[in-house]
């Protein structure tokens, strides 16, 4: 199968700076590009930031001049640099893959999005 781990995620003040990583382990056939989003309680999960496996990236108007995706040539490990937060920043964050993998049966399985567990962000002013 195909695990996504987060971390980086903490309490900071408004201004400050964080980094956040995701890393991509399993049986990966292909690994077409590597999102981050984030989800505050009450809303809709959006995507912040993206990467294809050719090194393309494109950016939310919200986060676009503060934060910046980057990641190994293949996408197994992904960082999101958030710099200049606000306290509307805070949310649970995640790391998405756009995947395809073996699951247990040997069967291949694409998805848009596979999905990690989340890391939480709280920015206080």
């Known amino acids: 199968q195909v695990q996504l781990v987060e971390s980086g995620g903490g309490l900071v003040q408004a201004g400050g700076s964080l980094r956040l990583s995701c890393a991509v382990s399993?049986?990966?056939?292909?690994?077409?590009?590597m999102g981050w989003y984030r989800q505050a309680p009450g809303k809709q999960r959006e995507l912040l930031a993206s990467?294809?496996?050719?090194?393309?990236?494109n950016y939310a108007d919200s986060v676009k001049g503060r934060f910046t995706i980057s990641g190994d040539n293949a996408l197994r490990t992904v960082h999101l640099q958030m710099n200049d937060l606000k306290v509307e920043d805070t949310a649970v964050y995640y790391c998405?893959?756009?995947?395809?993998?073996?699951?247990?049966?040997?069967?291949?399985?694409?998805?848009?999005?596979?999905w990690g567990q989340g890391t939480q962000v709280t920015v206080s002013s």
């Open positions: 998405a893959a756009d995947i395809t993998y073996y699951d247990y049966t040997g069967t291949p399985v694409s998805e848009k999005n596979h």
């Open positions: 399993g049986r990966i056939l292909n690994l077409s590009g």
């Open positions: 990467i294809t496996s050719g090194g393309m990236t």
